[in-house]
């Protein structure tokens, strides 16, 4: 499986973006999804995670009320819409896959594929 992020790119503070994670060579469907951040000199950190049929969320206490995860498996996507954005939220966001066997997880070992990465700057 293939995962593509987009949507990232320089917003002030307080503003909104929306990432897209589009996958390929399989079927989204068959996968937990979960967003990821890491920021310079900092270790990867969890944002957010959903499960395969979209019915439980998970989100980091950073994000909560602000973040929201989505997906569409018609479309073999996942989003992470970014509310109310603060400087600390600068990093680059990675998408990733894991196998649906399982619910949700926090843990970057519990997935299989991950994304590129693409880059969210907000300015304060």
């Known amino acids: 499986v293939q995962l593509v992020e987009s949507g990232g790119g320089l917003v002030q503070a307080g503003g909104s973006l929306r990432l897209s994670c589009a996958a390929s060579g399989g079927t989204l469907g068959s996968y937990f999804m979960g967003w990821f951040r890491q920021a310079p000199a900092k270790e990867r950190e969890f944002v957010a995670t959903i499960r395969w049929s979209g019915g439980t969320t998970v989100y980091a206490d950073s994000v909560k009320g602000r973040f929201t995860i989505s997906r569409d498996n018609a479309k073999n996507t996942v989003y992470l819409q970014m509310n109310n954005l603060k400087s600390e939220d600068t990093a680059v966001y990675y998408c990733?896959?894991?196998?649906?066997?399982?619910?949700?997880?926090?843990?970057?070992?519990?997935?299989?594929?991950w994304g590129q990465g693409t880059q969210v700057t907000v300015s304060s």
């Open positions: 990733a896959a894991g196998p649906a066997i399982m619910s949700t997880s926090t843990t970057p070992r519990a997935y299989y594929y």
